[in-house]
């Protein structure tokens, strides 16, 4: 291993208790993923992907193994506020406007960055001219803009999203995988996209790690050889569907081991 890496897990295995029992959620993980890249964690339900994002998160710990973030342990990091996270709820505060949620992420963290941070964020996400909204004013999408933003302006070193789109209807969600591109795009943050959805992974991620059902251990990682910026248009294309067939395949047969 070494400390290139934008992220790495290694050897890791993380057991939980039920009902007095161990039990396995994920057996033997190793992956290491380059500085500055977006992969895709995908799987089916239960398998261990939220529980891999919340141990770089470090939200939760590794039974034993690894795991690293830009050569260092994730506590090292949260410490220094260098991790952004955004979840499927983006959990805003409704009483806050959107630059007041977006500018709460400095006052809890006192992160020093440039004082036009959150209006250049707000102006990347697309969402100038609703600094002074409040949630109940926003779409869902818009509400998943601001979360996205908040987890951006303390310029963390890793962006970590887990399912930020599954509460969407489908073209609102597609038409945030593309916001969602663009953003990583002029950021080029390391980032975890943790999600179920095949076309978004291929859409959004430079590769996609298959994961088996539990206990889980990675089926493959696939990558994904596709220009940017992809558009909608893509996803209909032989290139695309070659990839989102391969990812499936993996899928189905991990389901039939």
């Not at 943790?194 to 991620?205: N, P, Q």
């Amino acid at each position: 291993m070494t400390d290139v890496a934008g992220f790495e897990l290694e050897a890791v295995h993380k057991e939980f208790v039920l009902d007095r029992k161990p039990l396995i959620a994920i057996d033997r993980v190793d992956h290491v993923a380059p500085v500055g890249t977006l992969t895709a964690l995908l799987g089916p339900s239960g398998c261990g992907k939220s529980t891999v994002l919340r141990m770089l998160a470090d939200l939760e710990t590794p039974t034993s193994g690894a795991v690293r973030i830009h050569g260092r342990a994730p506590f090292q990091w949260r410490s220094d506020h260098q991790i952004g996270v955004a979840f499927q709820d983006p959990a805003l505060l409704p009483w806050r406007t959107v630059y007041d949620n977006i500018n709460f992420a400095l006052q809890v963290t006192g992160a020093d960055v440039p004082k036009s941070a959150v209006s250049d964020l707000i102006t990347l996400v697309g969402l100038r001219g609703f600094e002074s909204a409040r949630p109940r004013q926003l779409s869902g999408g818009m509400r998943q803009r601001v979360a996205i933003a908040r987890a951006l302006v303390t310029e963390p070193t890793v962006l970590l999203l887990d399912e930020p789109f599954g509460a969407l209807d489908a073209m609102t969600r597609r038409r945030m995988n593309m916001e969602l591109q663009r953003v990583w795009m002029e950021k080029g943050t390391t980032t975890l996209l943790v999600t179920h959805s095949i076309d978004e992974a291929v859409i959004l991620a430079d590769e996609i790690v298959v994961m088996s059902p539990r206990p889980s251990t990675i089926l493959a990682t696939i990558p994904v050889d596709l220009p940017r910026p992809r558009t909608m248009e893509m996803a209909r294309s032989p290139e695309f569907h070659s990839v989102a067939d391969k990812v499936s395949s993996v899928l189905v047969a991990g389901d039939e081991e």
